[in-house]
T-cell receptor, first 115, second 109 residues
Framework: NAGVMQNPRHLVRRRGQEARLRCSPMKGHSHVYWYRQLPEEGLKFMVYLQKENIIDESGMPKERFSAEFPKEGPSILRIQQVVRGDSAAYFC?????????????FGPGTRLTVT | KNEVEQSPQNLTAQEGEFITINCSYSVGISALHWLQQHPGGGIVSLFMLSSGKKKHGRLIATINIQEKHSSLHITASHPRDSAVYICAAPETSQGNLIFGKGTKLSVKP
C-alpha cells in the first residue's frame, strides 16, 4: 500500500532553468495539496488541486509557477526560470476527497536547490 | 483567517522526561494535525483530531475545541524523538493547512 510519492527527492537547477516536481498521491486519492518550506521558515500552502481542476491557487506566486493534476499521471508543480529564492523543500499531500476531507498524507518532499 | 501558534519554540529534555508541546489557533476548525519532521527529512503525520484525545505508543494528543487549544505529549522521551513537531489547522473549508512555526525538540541521552 504505497504512500504519497514525490520525485525527484533532490533537484539541482541553475538560475533560469525549469524545475518540474512530481507528486503521485496515495491510491484512491483524488485531491492534492502542494506546500513549500523555505529555509528556516515554516510550511506554507501553495495550491490545491483535484483531478483536472485547480481549486485554490491563492498561495502560488503569480509568475513562473504553475500546477496541474491530469486525469492520468502525477500532479506536477512547474517552476519556470528558477531563481535562488525558489530553493526550498516542496511537499505534496494527498487526500481522499470524500469522508474526512481534512485527512492529508504527506510525501517525502523534493528539495530544490538553485545554483 | 486562522492563525496557529505553538510553544515552546525550542525544547531540550533529558531522556525519560515527559514532554508537552502546545498549540493554539484563532478560528473554529474541524480538525487539527500534529506532524513530525526530522532534519532534512520528510513530514510524518502523527495525529489528526477533532475532539478529545488520541494515543499512539508514547505519543498522546489532546484538543479542547472550546478553548481552541491542543497539546502533544511524549511520555518516556527518547533521543530518537528529537525532531521538529508542527501543528497545523485547516485554513479554509477546502482543507488547505496553515502551520505553526514548529517546536524543535532535542532529547539528550
Amino acid at each position: 500500500n504505497a504512500g504519497v510519492m514525490q520525485n525527484p527527492r533532490h533537484l539541482v537547477r541553475r538560475r533560469g532553468q525549469e524545475a518540474r516536481l512530481r507528486c503521485s498521491p496515495m491510491k484512491g486519492h483524488s485531491h492534492v495539496y502542494w506546500y513549500r518550506q523555505l529555509p528556516e521558515e515554516g510550511l506554507k500552502f501553495m495550491v490545491y488541486l483535484q483531478k483536472e481542476n485547480i481549486i485554490d491557487e491563492s498561495g502560488m506566486p503569480k509568475e513562473r509557477f504553475s500546477a496541474e493534476f491530469p486525469k492520468e499521471g502525477p500532479s506536477i508543480l512547474r517552476i519556470q526560470q528558477v531563481v535562488r529564492g525558489d530553493s526550498a523543500a516542496y511537499f505534496c499531500a494527498s487526500s481522499p476527497g470524500t469522508g474526512d476531507i481534512y485527512e492529508q498524507y504527506f510525501g517525502p518532499g523534493t528539495r530544490l536547490t538553485v545554483t | 483567517k486562522n492563525e496557529v501558534e505553538q510553544s515552546p519554540q525550542n525544547l531540550t529534555a533529558q531522556e525519560g522526561e515527559f514532554i508537552t508541546i502546545n498549540c493554539s489557533y484563532s478560528v473554529g476548525i474541524s480538525a487539527l494535525h500534529w506532524l513530525q519532521q526530522h532534519p532534512g527529512g520528510g513530514i510524518v503525520s502523527l495525529f489528526m483530531l477533532s475532539s478529545g484525545k488520541k494515543k499512539h505508543g508514547r505519543l498522546i494528543a489532546t484538543i479542547n475545541i472550546q478553548e481552541k487549544h491542543s497539546s502533544l505529549h511524549i511520555t518516556a522521551s527518547h533521543p530518537r524523538d528529537s525532531a521538529v513537531y508542527i501543528c497545523a489547522a485547516p485554513e479554509t473549508s477546502q482543507g488547505n493547512l496553515i502551520f505553526g512555526k514548529g517546536t524543535k525538540l532535542s532529547v539528550k541521552p
